[in-house]
Nanobody
Framework: QVQLVESGGGLVQAGGSLRLSCAAS??????MAWFRQAPGKEREFVAAKNRSGSTIYADPVKGRFTISIDNAKNTVHLQMNSLRPEDTAVYYC????????????????WGRGTQVTVSS
């Protein structure tokens, strides 16, 4: 059975940092990603990484967020620095067999999400 379990969310002041983790079990996926959903908004792409190394970021987080994969632990991380109030959202881990996937319908498996709140 496939499971994605996120951790690491919380409350942080603007300018601070958080590190999210997502432990995958049951299967190994070639592409892992993070999405987020703010209240009243659609879920949006944040970052994705292939086990082969290729990485892509959404423009609002470029230069501030870093996605990484620990292959030994089958875990994907999202290091978030210089956080802003507009980064406040529920962050979701996602997995796909499509190595170019960036859209929600392309990801077959999802975690339940972890709340990130950035205060001004």
């Amino acid at each position: 059975q496939v499971q994605l379990v996120e951790s690491g969310g919380g409350l942080v002041q603007a300018g601070g940092s958080l590190r999210l983790s997502c432990a995958a079990s049951g299967r190994t996926f070639p592409r892992m990603a993070w999405f987020r959903q703010a209240p009243g908004k659609e879920r949006e792409f944040v970052a994705a990484k292939n086990r082969s190394g290729s990485t892509i970021y959404a423009d609002p987080v470029k230069g501030r967020f870093t996605i990484s994969i620990d292959n030994a632990k089958n875990t994907v991380h999202l290091q978030m620095n210089s956080l802003r109030p507009e980064d406040t959202a529920v962050y979701y881990c996602a997995a796909s067999y499509q190595v170019l996937a960036t859209m929600t319908p392309q990801f077959e498996w999802w975690g339940r999400g972890t709340q990130v709140t950035v205060s001004s």
